[in-house]
């Protein structure tokens, strides 16, 4: 595995990850739903997670791939926390629109 991911530039991780980070950040500016807003979220964090295992494989380091773990850990939580704040704000709201959300500030 480690020759395969060798094999390809870096140049070439760097792109695909900034690609697949960039689309994360327009999904989040973008969408006006909560649950496509916390998929994009997540497609930010692998994209920095798939990154985070290259630099450590080119370099020879193990602590880049280490600290992925602690990444997951955290995306893992995000998606409970979330899921959790999500089905309150629809049982309280009826969707999951994210401008009806000013609705409960008052």
């Known amino acids: 595995m480690f020759e395969t991911i060798q094999s390809v530039p870096l140049n070439h991780y760097i792109l695909f ?4 980070f960039t689309i994360g950040v327009i999904g989040v500016l973008t969408r006006r739903n909560v649950i496509v807003i916390m998929m994009s979220i997540e497609l930010m964090l692998n994209s920095v997670n798939l990154l985070l ?4 494989v080119f370099f020879g380091d193990a602590s880049g791939q280490v ?5 997951m850990a955290l995306a893992a939580a995000e998606v409970a926390v979330g899921l ?9 709201t009826r969707s999951i629109d994210i401008d009806i959300l000013n609705r409960l500030r008052w």
């Open 17 to 20: 990850c900034s690609l697949i």
């Open 67 to 71: 600290f992925v773990f602690f990444v």
């Open 84 to 92: 959790a704040i999500i089905m309150m704000v629809y049982r309280n």
């Open 53 to 56: 295992v290259v630099f450590s």
